[in-house]
């Protein structure tokens, strides 16, 4: 099937992102999901709340829970967290019980410590905050000194 245009297909879908890795999220009847160059959705399953792909995974929300998705929509894992980021360098935040950390792509945490924050990595390095302390923090975890 042919590729569509935004214009064409913002006469399918309440709203359309921009495509990432392939896909694109859209909106239609107050549900978000995924979509192929052509129109077609990538998955049945409906979200509440959608974002781009990165690093082969996409952030999803449903029923109050934040998890990851493949391109097929199957989860990425079984956790579910209150809120999640999108991946980058390999690493998502994540936010559970009101704290949060990273997590790899299997939805495992990187490291044991939980923060107030955190950011994404960048260049190796994210920024955290504990107790009104910010600092940067590897990949595993311990902090940049």
Known sequence: MKELSRKELLKKYDSVSHFSEGLAW???DSKE??????????????YDFAYSFSEGLA???????????????????KERYAGVGPFSEGL???????KEFHIRPDGTPAYKERY?????????????????????????GTRVD
């Open 26 to 28: 859209v909106k239609k």
């Open 92 to 98: 998502a935040w994540a936010d559970k019980d009101g």
């Open 33 to 46: 999901f995924h979509i192929h160059p052509d129109g077609t959705p990538a998955y049945e399953e409906r």
């Open 59 to 77: 952030v999803v929300k449903k029923d109050g829970k934040g998890f990851h998705i493949r391109s097929d929509g199957t989860p990425s894992y």
């Open 116 to 140: 107030d924050s955190v950011g994404v990595f960048l260049e190796g390095l994210a920024w955290v905050r504990k107790d009104s302390k910010g600092f940067q923090i590897h990949p595993d």
